[in-house]
């Protein structure tokens, strides 16, 4: 018979908060979003070289428009550096590259319309056109981390409106009105969704480390709650008892060695209950021990799955084994990134077998006091734990530790 308890947990992470995790998936999405707006100047060049021929390459304004819209690069790769890490929590200056960025694209605006048709300006082929709007796009990119989906939105859809009206009036046609809207809207689009999604991902990982912490925290509310109820009464009637045995002394009066005597037994009642609340804390079955795993591990943002019942074996082994699964379970919330969790429980003639596994493993994640604490109590059974980790690569390695008790333990 075998029994298998999976979890899975997904990020922010922290948010536990695993913070390699949190800052890969930082830097991933940042440098996607720095390589696409690096890209500019390529497009530029194949826009306006392969629109207005061979001439166009040897020709004045096309050097100064690839000159601009280098510049205009650099400066939008600045501002967009310092819109994501400011949505990160950061404080990198904006101000100074923002207005380069703006004043570059306007000036990358009026040498794009310098390629136009002599007799109207209005009249855009596409290399002014089509570099007009990169421009246009480069900028709306930059600054879409400082603006919410409301603004971006509108900083996409009032332009196209006003060239659209413009054309219209000029020239009875919206085609370059339409073609800003589509260029600069899906630009907007991907740079706010990708946004969104690392918002999120960086909220996950932040909250996972907050509910592990209360679900420890709900644990200690637990047993301290228990021993209030039992402890609570007790101790409130031996302190009355004893100021009132420590007056009739005070004052020679008889009554003091009845009081002393119900102090006493108050205190032995007591002591027998704190015994009965730590041994339910500690003696007990392993079925309820991973009904309470998965009760933490849930509390924790952890998905679990049971498949199977232990409940057959002795109660010395399911309490010795429930040792084991609570200790593990502390671990896994308290050292490791697992992400997958596993708890195998096999039985055979040779004995009793559970192997508890995760793919969080740390490095330096083999020790503690709490699995010299585990072997002490498994060899006076006869039993042993061995440990074994691979702690890369980092936040994925495996951590596995499994716990043996021979048959008649």
């Known amino acids: ?13 922290p948010v536990t908060t695993d913070e390699q995790g949190r800052r890969s998936i930082d830097l991933l999405t940042r440098w996607s979003l720095y ?46 550096r310092a819109g994501v890490d400011r949505r990160m929590g950061g404080r990198r200056p904006v101000q100074l590259p923002l207005a ?66 413009v054309q219209t009036v000029t020239q009875d046609q919206v085609v370059w009105a339409v073609n800003y809207a589509l260029t600069v809207g899906t ?44 402890l609570g009464r007790n101790l409130a009637l031996i302190a009355i008892d004893s100021e009132l045995a420590e007056k009739l002394v005070l004052r020679g009066q008889d009554g003091s060695e009845e009081l002393l005597a119900r102090i006493r037994q108050t205190a032995q009642d007591s002591m027998l209950e704190l015994r009965d609340v730590v041994g339910a804390y500690r003696s007990t079955d392993l079925t309820t021990e991973l009904a309470g795993a998965r009760s933490v591990l849930r509390a924790a943002g952890i998905e679990t799955r049971v498949v199977g019942d232990g409940g057959s074996l002795p109660q010395d082994t399911q309490t010795t084994l429930g040792w084991v699964v609570r200790e593990a379970t502390t671990n896994i919330l308290r050292h490791s990134d697992a992400t997958a969790v596993t708890f195998d429980l096999a039985m055979d003639h040779e004995g009793t077998v559970l ?4 793919d969080g493993a740390r490095p330096g994640g083999t020790g503690g006091t709490g699995l010299v604490g585990l072997r002490e109590r498994l060899a006076v059974r006869g039993g042993d734990v061995v440990v074994s980790a691979a702690p890369e690569p980092p936040g994925s390695g495996t951590f596995v530790l499994i716990a043996r008790l021979p048959v008649g333990s």
């Open 1 to 13: 018979m075998r029994l298998a308890l999976v979890a899975g947990a997904r990020a922010n992470d």
């Open 35 to 80: 390589a696409v707006s690096a890209t500019a100047p390529v497009v530029m060049v194949l826009v306006v070289v392969g629109a207005a021929g061979d001439k166009a390459s040897h020709d004045r304004r096309t050097a100064a428009l690839l000159a601009v819209v280098v510049a205009q690069t650099v400066a939008c790769l600045l501002v967009l």
């Open 100 to 165: 380069a960025a703006c004043f570059l694209t306007l000036v990358g605006v009026l040498v794009a319309v310098a390629f136009a048709d002599d007799t109207d300006p209005l009249t855009f082929g596409l290399a002014a056109g089509g570099s007009a709007i990169l421009f246009c796009a480069a900028l709306t990119a930059a600054v879409s981390p400082f603006l919410r989906p409301t603004w971006l939105a509108v900083s996409v859809t009032v332009p196209a409106l006003l060239l659209g009206v």
């Open 187 to 230: 630009v907007a689009v991907i740079y706010g969704a990708t946004l969104w999604m690392l918002d999120v991902l960086w909220q996950m990982y932040n909250a996972r480390g907050v509910q592990a912490r209360l679900a420890v925290a709900e644990e200690r509310l637990r047993f301290s709650r228990d021993l209030h109820d039992v």
């Open 355 to 358: 192997t508890i596994g995760n």
